[in-house]
């Protein structure tokens, strides 16, 4: 299974206190436990900054960055080894791990934290830190500050500045190295899997949880611990609610079905939306639709490029959806001014796309200064267009009603313009109906 290397989580810890002002600190803690019911967890999963500095899996855990400490920069403290505990639930690094396969400087129990990290901030004159996401994590924060400041008579010297870390570090999540792009493709593959998987089970009959099911298998056998995000299989009138999670209605004759769904591996998420019939034939108005689609996502990956501003795909999208859904007769007037007037917002709710990486709606800015942040290499985003004609719109023929498409891909921007990483799930209304109609065949 391919992992981002140990060096490079060094590069990034190294990289992140460059930034750093002299005679400052960073802290930033691991993600907490989270209760799915009384005593039950929810899976593990790390916060993805800790992830993105660490890679240390673990949940009770601090990292400190001390930037010119003689004694080590990379402090982490974490839970003790405990033969007991570990026999409920499972091996811990301890503090030898945090150091030997962690690359941490110096290691101490977590359970010390309080009588050892005043003395680390102490003296320094600014603290990074994750403020406002974690609110008892910054409680204990402004506890350990406030053990410094109860000593200020005695000569101990509070900091006197406190940084959002985020402002550092999300910048750096946004340009993803060829590690990271080469684990991204991983899991763009595996996804890819699991929706070809799907589209050859898919029949009238089964429930979207079925499909859903599919996806957690191919998934799984792909070496993908969880998905990347709740996967949506909205089938029907289903497919034109953006955010549906139930999964549980009837594939029935004649529907679509929308898939949008993705692994994650080592905390990097794929994210891959497809749209195809149930019974392996688009009706000549799914079909019209779909290739609109189809049509403005291509426009968008020509708009991706180095120089190129972040909004000109989602312009891109825009254009040829407005002025496709005139030649249809679903909106009337002029292009410019059905634009201007946003007009086909009534079809097209959504922008093309978001950031990727470690959190599906990854981390970092979508403007500088006021304006569209401009696309640099090492860049990694979705382009996923869509048209939803609601169930219930009185204002278009019947024939119309009811038909959700959207189509996402996963691109990473190149010197040259974009690689799509997610291109090996079949996409043109042909591939998709000739891979349904193989597998109908084989299977009959």
């Known amino acids: 299974m391919i992992h981002i290397p140990k060096s490079e989580y060094s590069r990034r810890r190294k990289a992140l206190m460059a930034q750093m002002v002299p005679n400052s600190i960073a802290i930033l803690p691991a993600a907490a436990v989270a209760i799915r019911n009384r005593d039950v967890e929810h899976v593990y999963r790390q916060d993805s900054d800790f992830q993105y500095l660490s890679g240390f899996p673990e949940p009770q855990a601090v990292i400190v960055l001390m930037p010119g400490r003689l004694h080590g920069e990379y402090i ?3 839970r003790e080894r405990n033969a007991e505990r570990e026999m409920w639930d499972g091996l811990r690094a301890g503090q030898e791990g945090a150091i030997r396969d962690f690359g941490a400087d110096d290691a ?3 359970t010390d934290i309080d009588d050892i990290l005043p003395g680390l ?3 320094r004159d600014r603290v990074y830190s994750a403020m406002g996401s974690n609110p008892e994590f910054d409680r204990h924060l402004m506890d350990w500050i406030n053990v410094i400041r109860s000593k200020a008579h005695l000569g101990a010297q509070p900091p ?7 402002h550092l570090l999300h910048d750096m999540r946004l340009y993803k190295s060829a590690a990271e792009v080469k684990v991204m493709r991983e899991a763009a593959r595996i996804s890819a899997q699991a929706h070809i998987r799907a589209m050859q089970v898919s029949r009238v009959g089964l429930h979207e949880f079925s499909l859903e099911a599919e996806l957690d298998y191919e998934f799984r056998k792909g070496g993908a611990k969880m998905p990347a995000y709740g996967s949506i299989v909205a089938a029907g009138r289903n497919s034109c609610i953006l955010h549906y999670q139930q999964n549980d209605a009837v594939l029935k004759d004649g529907d679509l079905v929308l898939i949008d769904a993705g692994c994650e591996i080592d905390c990097y998420a794929s994210d891959i939306t497809r749209t195809w019939p149930v019974n392996g034939k688009y009706s000549a108005e799914q079909k019209a639709i779909y290739e609109l689609v189809l049509a403005s996502q291509e426009a968008a990956f020509a708009e991706i490029a180095p120089n190129k501003h972040w909004n000109q795909a989602h312009e891109a999208t825009v ?6 859904l005139v030649k249809l007769g679903l909106l009337q007037g002029d292009v410019d001014e059905l634009i201007a ?3 086909y917002k009534a079809f097209y709710m959504h922008r093309a796309g978001h950031w990727l990486g470690m959190d599906v709606h990854d981390v970092g800015e979508y403007k500088v ?3 569209w942040r401009v696309l640099e290499v090492g860049m990694a985003l979705t382009v996923e267009p869509g048209i939803y004609i609601s169930p219930d719109n009185q204002n278009v023929a019947k024939k119309w009603r009811g038909i959700g498409v959207r189509i996402e891909d996963d691109v990473v921007v190149t010197k040259t313009g974009c690689e799509i990483l997610t291109k090996g799930v079949p996409k043109t209304v042909a591939e998709i109906e000739a891979l349904m109609a193989a597998a109908r065949a084989q299977a009959a």
């Open 108 to 110: 101490f129990p977590i």
């Open 369 to 371: 200064g006021g304006e």
């Open 76 to 78: 982490l403290f974490c």
């Open 160 to 166: 006197n500045e406190f940084v959002a870390l985020d």
């Open 121 to 123: 901030i102490e003296g």
């Open 319 to 324: 254009r040829v959806i407005t002025t496709g």
């Open 341 to 343: 007037s946003e007009a």
